[in-house]
């Protein structure tokens, strides 16, 4: 018998929000994500080789095209959450904004859990800061939960499995 693994759900999960230099076990806990996505820059190369070719043979110089990886570029965060009391990210962007991005760079760690709430695997990202912060409009009359949007510009991603 084949042993598949479990097939994550797009619901029933939970991304938890782990900072470098934070003070809490979890900063935040997040209900959505979105950007988790890495690209890779296609360099093409173009060579001309000394070879004969051609019908006859006599055709000086073969062209060679060649593609290689580049550099590898990150999507930005884009989390979601119920609002909460915390100001865990707004204090992190405010800081940013009076020019300490540069001492504000985080790594940090999404850690998904299945429906169980055992964590299966994680993404550590690398000198991360935030570049947005939104809140959905404010309505008196709706009964739905307020929504907070934090957008984090990230340099790097990698993918570790827990188990």
């Known amino acids: 018998m084949v042993n598949f693994p479990e097939i994550l759900t797009t619901s029933r999960f939970y991304v938890e929000l782990k900072l470098d230099g934070g003070d809490d076990r979890v900063d935040a806990v997040f209900m959505e994500c979105g950007g988790l996505e890495t690209t890779t820059e296609v360099i093409s190369i173009v060579e001309v080789t000394p070879q ?9 110089g073969k062209i060679v095209r060649t593609k290689i990886p580049g550099n590898a570029s990150y999507g930005d965060l884009v989390l979601k959450r119920g609002l909460t009391l915390s100001t865990v990210m707004w204090d992190w962007l405010a800081s940013v904004q009076e020019g300490n991005w540069d001492e504000q760079r985080r790594d940090g760690s999404l850690t998904l859990y299945n429906q169980g709430g055992d964590g299966q695997f994680r993404f550590d990202f690398f000198r991360a800061w935030p570049t947005r912060y939104h809140l959905n409009d404010l309505n008196v009359q709706g009964s739905a939960y307020e929504i ?16």
């Not at 004969?52 to 000086?60: A, E, F, H, V, Y």
């Not at 907070?148 to 188990?163: D, F, M, S």
Request: charged share 40%; net charge positive.
């Open 148 to 163: 907070e949007t934090v957008e984090l510009a990230v340099e790097g991603l990698k993918r570790i499995k827990l188990n």
């Open 52 to 60: 004969k070719w051609g019908k006859k043979g006599n055709s000086r």
